[in-house]
């Protein structure tokens, strides 16, 4: 059995970065990953700019004289090019362009106008004040954004101002979720003894929709060798991704570990000294990434975060990016049993992480809490209240 650490280490060095680019319009591209460096075609203000509303003046002109002529009026949009002329101003507001000759622009609220002049109150004034100079933010011709940026709305926003239209972003990968199981019945239908509803196919898709992976197909399989083999090969031909849920472990009916032997896929580790999620298993179907997760909920969700959320990162040009992990103390004394690593669910409160009720990896009611998990590494046994843990946050 592998740890946490060297489980993670051996996805990083299989994952490749996907070959598959397309493009997007700006108006499409929320959430996506720029496959390209971007720079700027055009610089930023493209022209002096004003800005606040007030007056323009030469600075020099400021010491030796008591009213202006208010020679123009300069608004946002105007076209026309104002040519200032010794000795007046200009009225002008916040992002017009500024005439070449007009070096200091003064408040409003410092100026009296009367009858087409304006004076200024008796203040030191500093040349440049108020203006946007061209290029203050970038210039035309600057490295604009990085490849692997993903795409916020702030980001996108920026590459608006630039006047860019269209972007070259990675192909996210598609992804079949592929639960096994006699006993999963679809919610929508009442249950027989013996039977359970089928919930990880769901979270799987919810959790992978709201990391930005929306092309997802679930399916679900019976135990039965033949039936798990045949879907597990359609699927693997299909997708770039297979999450398979459950039949993973060492029953008689757990068919994932045989079927995927028997297709020839390549075992990259199968179990992590952890809890939950012990029997994870990561490997290769030809072109397609296999993860077949655990069946108990949580802990199918727990390696969702911990090990295929970064990896599908990776796939995409984002590295491997784990969930924001922060490092807070804990609020009481935890007595960690075992050599395994642990995955708490928790609740920040107070800046304390305080650890839930129900950690069993059959359960799934502590999410309903929780703020995310707390990660315990194998070789610790008790952690003092107050003592610092990290904890990896739970995307909203
Ligand atoms: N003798 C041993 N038994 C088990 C071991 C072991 O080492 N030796 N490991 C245990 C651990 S740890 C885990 S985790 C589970 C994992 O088992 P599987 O991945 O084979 O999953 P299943 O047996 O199919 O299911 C486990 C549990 O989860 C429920 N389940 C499964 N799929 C779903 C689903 N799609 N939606 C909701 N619930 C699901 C299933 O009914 C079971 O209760 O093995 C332990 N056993
Ligand atoms: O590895 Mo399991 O998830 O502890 O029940």
Redesign the pocket.
């Given at each position: 059995m592998i740890s946490v650490e060297e489980a993670k280490s051996l996805i990083q060095q299989t994952i490749s970065l996907t070959a598959n680019h397309k493009k997007v319009t700006l108006i499409d591209a929320l959430g996506e990953i720029l496959a390209e460096d971007l720079y700027a075609p055009i610089a930023l203000p493209p022209f002096r700019q004003s800005a606040m509303d007030g007056y323009g003046v030469r600075f020099e002109d400021l010491s030796h004289q008591g009213d202006f002529t208010i020679q123009a009026i300069v608004p946002a949009g105007s076209t026309e090019k104002v040519k200032l002329q010794a000795g007046k101003a200009v009225r002008i507001f916040t992002g017009a362009p500024v005439p070449d000759e007009v070096d200091t622009i003064i408040i409003q609220e410092m100026a009296e106008e009367k009858d087409g002049k304006v004076a200024f109150e008796d203040r030191p004034y500093r040349m440049g004040q108020n203006i946007r100079p061209v290029g203050e933010q970038i210039e035309e011709g600057d490295f604009a954004v990085k490849k692997g940026q993903r795409l916020t709305p702030e980001v996108i926003s920026f590459i608006a101002s630039l006047g860019v239209t269209e972007l070259e972003v990675y192909q996210k990968p598609s992804i079949g979720i592929l639960?096994?199981?006699d006993?999963?019945m679809p919610i929508g239908y009442p249950l027989s003894y013996g039977q359970?509803?089928?919930?990880?196919?769901i979270g799987l898709k919810h959790a992978l929709h709201q990391a930005g992976y929306t092309s997802t197909e679930s399916y679900h399989t019976l135990d039965i060798q033949e039936e798990v083999i045949q879907r597990i090969k359609e699927a693997s031909e299909k997708h770039d991704f297979l999450l398979l849920?459950?039949?993973?472990?060492?029953?008689d009916y757990?068919y994932?570990g045989t079927s995927l032997d028997y297709l020839g896929c390549e075992k990259i580790f199968y179990k992590v000294k952890q809890?939950?999620?012990?029997?994870l298993f990561f490997g290769k179907l030809n072109d397609c990434y296999v993860f077949?997760?655990?069946?108990?909920?949580a802990?199918?969700l727990t390696c969702f975060h911990e090990y295929v959320y970064p990896a599908l990162n990776q796939y995409c040009g984002l590295g491997f990016q784990q969930l924001q992990t922060i490092k807070v103390p804990i609020a009481t004394e935890y007595h960690k049993k075992g050599d395994r690593a642990q995955f708490l669910k928790a609740t920040l409160r107070d800046g304390k992480a305080h650890l839930l009720q129900g950690q069993a990896?059959?359960m799934l009611r502590a999410f309903t809490e929780a703020s995310g998990y707390i990660y315990i590494p194998k070789e610790q046994g008790i952690t003092k209240e107050g003592e610092l843990v990290e904890v990896r946050l739970l995307l909203r």
């Open positions: 639960a096994n199981g006993e999963l359970i509803y089928e919930s990880n196919t849920s459950g039949g993973i472990s060492v029953g757990d994932v809890k939950p999620g012990k029997p077949a997760l655990p069946g108990n909920p802990a199918a990896s059959s």
